[in-house]
């Protein structure tokens, strides 16, 4: 089912499609990307990256729920606190 459409008036005053990461959160996104790009040939992670090659069992059941709100919510939102400043330019792509 695609996204329902919506009206400006239905998010500017709503705040479920802004999602912030805890510290352990963002802490999981850097161990994840730093095992892959070991566990890969030089970095080169590409599209050999999996679900199991990345794993982030804290975060999973919030992604879960970013799935279900972009196809059956608003479809989008805004993800805060993302760990740009923790990561290489090429553990952010891999991330």
């Given at each position: 089912m695609a996204a329902r459409p919506?009206?400006?008036a239905d998010v500017i005053d709503n705040p479920s499609w802004h999602?912030?990461?805890t510290t352990e959160e963002r802490n999981e996104i850097v161990h994840a990307t730093r095992?892959?790009?070991?566990?890969a040939d030089h970095g080169?992670?590409?599209e050999d990256l999996t679900r199991e090659s990345?794993?982030?069992p804290l975060l999973a059941p919030r992604i879960a729920e970013w799935n279900e709100m972009l196809a059956?919510?608003?479809?989008?939102?805004l993800v805060h606190?993302?760990?740009?400043?923790e990561l290489t330019d090429d553990e952010i792509q891999v991330a």
């Amino acid at each position: 089912m695609a996204a329902r459409p919506w009206k400006n008036a239905d998010v500017i005053d709503n705040p479920s499609w802004h999602h912030t990461l805890t510290t352990e959160e963002r802490n999981e996104i850097v161990h994840a990307t730093r095992r892959a790009m070991a566990d890969a040939d030089h970095g080169a992670v590409g599209e050999d990256l999996t679900r199991e090659s990345f794993p982030l069992p804290l975060l999973a059941p919030r992604i879960a729920e970013w799935n279900e709100m972009l196809a059956e919510g608003h479809g989008f939102l805004l993800v805060h606190g993302f760990p740009v400043e923790e990561l290489t330019d090429d553990e952010i792509q891999v991330a």
